[in-house]
């Protein structure tokens, strides 16, 4: 089992930057593509940005220059920091860990960005 533990949403002004921390604890087992999720209401799920374990990162178009993913494997976190904000980019963020060696996947709880215009 993994558990994930989100933080740093909140609400900023368009053009603001906000930093989301996710915290993974409790598996033994190697965490294999971490990533970040959004969903804003009415929405579907997407996906945001994604990393491997060997730092290889992808984003979706829409955050591309303006995002970053990082993660540090030694303590089983990863960031997702978020320049340049729009009022687009409202919505819950979830944190993803994929743990291959278990065939799962684990969500966090999920944290509100609300970017105003």
């Known amino acids: 089992q993994v558990q994930l533990v989100e933080s740093g949403g909140g609400l900023v002004q368009a053009g603001g930057s906000l930093r989301l921390s996710c915290a993974a604890s409790?598996?033994?087992?190697?965490?294999?593509?971490m990533g970040w999720y959004r969903q804003a209401p009415g929405k579907e799920c997407e996906l945001v940005a994604a990393?491997?374990?060997?730092?290889?990162?992808n984003y979706a178009d829409s955050v591309k220059g303006r995002f970053t993913i990082s993660r540090d494997n030694a303590k089983n976190t990863v960031a997702l920091q978020m320049n340049d904000l729009k009022p687009e980019d409202t919505a819950v963020y979830y944190c993803?860990?994929?743990?291959?060696?278990?065939?799962?996947?684990?969500w966090g709880q999920g944290t509100q960005v609300t970017v105003s215009s």
């Open positions: 409790g598996s033994i087992f190697t965490i294999n593509d």
């Open positions: 990393i491997t374990n060997g730092g290889s990162t």
């Open positions: 993803n860990a994929d743990v291959q060696a278990l065939a799962a996947n684990y």
